[in-house]
């Protein structure tokens, strides 16, 4: 079993940056890609997010905003977001899948492990 907890959500103003954070916890060393996603209220989720063996993929909207990275050592995967802007509202969701297989990187049914969320709140 996988277990995952994000942290690092809050709200901001346009223009602003915070950095989202997921503990991962549990058969990290079986974990091989993992995702961000996001749902805003009366929207489907949606990927923003992912990585596999090193090589980032990102939603078009966030490409050159977001940026998904890893600390190995600490088992923590973060989502730095800048320039947010009110598009950005959702609650943010860390997901890892261990098989990974017919990769889709921004495909909710890639992922069969899935953390609680984190709020992300972005003001005009």
């Known amino acids: 079993q996988v277990q995952l907890a994000e942290s690092g959500g809050g709200s901001v103003q346009t223009g602003g940056s915070l950095r989202l954070s997921c503990l991962v916890s549990g058969y990290r060393s079986s974990v091989n890609c993992i995702a961000w996603f996001r749902q805003a209220p009366g929207k489907e989720r949606e990927g923003v997010a992912s990585m596999l063996s090193g090589v980032a993929y990102y939603v078009d909207s966030a490409k050159d905003r977001f940026s998904i990275s890893q600390d190995n050592a600490k088992n923590i995967v973060y989502l730095q977001m800048n320039n947010l802007t009110p598009e950005d509202t959702a609650m943010y969701y860390c997901?890892?899948?261990?098989?990974?297989?017919?990769?889709?990187?921004?495909?909710?049914?890639?992922?069969?492990?899935w953390g609680r969320g984190t709020q992300v709140s972005v003001s005009s």
């Open positions: 997901a890892a899948d261990q098989r990974c297989l017919g990769w889709s990187p921004l495909r909710v049914d890639q992922f069969n492990y």
